[in-house]
Structures are given as structure tokens and as C-alpha cells.
């Protein structure tokens, strides 16, 4: 995908870090990351807010596969948010993590509580693949987030299981191996450990 150019600072910036900034009265402009972050603190009245930008790391899974994430920096409501991504066909999918601080703490101390968090999370497997497909493994236990499935018209979700994209059938499939079991469904925000 093309960069889009950031109506405020006009440099080319990744769909990624891009965010639709105004309201229907005043309209929309399109900002890079910084330009966002310098809006929010002038907006929140943010005295010295400085936007923090942080290199792509990689990581292991559980399973040694490598991963590479990115990072965004952003202000919201009144906290400062460091998101981690993967990246494919140019837009976050796989891996996502999220922590969430006060506006003037330390980014590279929240980047360490995002990093800590990452390993822990991808320590864990939660499938395996079999000859009948993908199935929970012993652990009996899933833990993934909720996107939306991109090929459906029909709004049907999609779970990301070990940052594997399993389309809701296919995730209706591995659970139906339960039959008569009980289980707890429990959503947290992204930001919080599961």
C-alpha cells in the first residue's frame, strides 16, 4: 500500500500509523502519529509531551518462530499508549499488545512492561496442529482477541489464537471436540494481561 501524506506535517506515513483526527463539525484531517500526539497534548494542554518513535523488534514464539513487531506511540484520553504489532499485507494482524500509562511517564519504562508482557504471551501455545486440523492443545486453555474477519460481509468475527488468524468455523470446529464440557468466556481489554 502507498504512504499516505499527513495533512499536518505533509510527510508520508504507513496506513498503520495514520489516524482520522476532527469531528463531523469541524472534518477530518489525516495525521501521522507525531502530528496526532502533538494535537492530543496541546489539546489536553500537555506541557513538554515529547513523541516517542521505537525501532521493530523480533521476538520467538513459544514454537521458535520468529516475529517482528512494530511499535505506535499515542495519547489517548489522558494516558499514554504503546501499542506492538505484526505487520502482513501492511496492516497489524497476528500478535497484537498493548500498555497503557500516565502521559508523562518514562516510554521506554512502559516499553519494558510491553516487552515483559510480549515474552510472557509468547511463551504460551495454545493449539496444535493435528490431522483433523487445529486443535486445543493439553493446556485446555485458549487465549487470543476478537478482530473481524475480512473475507465475511456478514460482520463474523475472527480469533487470533498463538497471533494465528483462525476464522470463526474454523474456531468452531476446534472447540466442538468439547462437547458437553462447561466453559468460561472472559474479554479484557488489550491493554490488561490475560
Known amino acids: ?3 499516505i501524506t499527513c495533512d ?4 508520508p506515513a504507513d496506513d498503520h500509523d495514520v489516524v482520522n ?8 484531517r489525516r495525521l501521522c502519529s ?3 500526539n502533538e494535537a492530543a497534548a496541546t489539546r489536553l494542554g500537555l506541557q513538554g509531551f515529547e513523541h516517542v518513535a521505537f525501532e521493530p523488534i523480533r521476538m520467538l514464539d513459544g514454537r521458535g518462530a520468529e516475529h517482528e513487531f512494530r511499535f505506535r506511540t499515542w495519547l489517548c484520553g489522558t494516558g499514554l499508549a ?23 511517564d518514562d516510554p521506554l519504562e512502559l516499553l519494558g512492561k510491553l516487552i515483559v508482557k510480549m515474552r510472557r504471551a509468547l511463551a504460551l501455545t495454545h493449539i496444535e496442529d493435528t490431522d483433523h486440523g487445529p486443535q486445543v492443545n493439553d ?54 494481561e490475560v
Open 8 to 11: 499536518a506535517c505533509h510527510q
Open 21 to 28: 483526527y476532527g469531528s463531523m463539525e469541524a472534518g477530518y
Open 139 to 192: 493446556g485446555l486453555v485458549l487465549r487470543g482477541t476478537v478482530d473481524s474477519d475480512p473475507d465475511e460481509d456478514n460482520r463474523v468475527p475472527m480469533i487470533v489464537i498463538d497471533g494465528r488468524e483462525t476464522p470463526w468455523d474454523e474456531f468452531g470446529r476446534m472447540v466442538a471436540t468439547f462437547e458437553g464440557w462447561q466453559f468460561k468466556l472472559e474479554f479484557r481489554d488489550r491493554s490488561e
Open 34 to 36: 507525531r502530528c496526532f
Open 82 to 104: 504503546i501499542d506492538a504489532f505484526e505487520l502482513r499485507d501492511g496492516g497489524p494482524a497476528g500478535y497484537r499488545f498493548q500498555v497503557i500509562g500516565e502521559p508523562d
Open 1 to 3: 500500500m502507498p504512504p
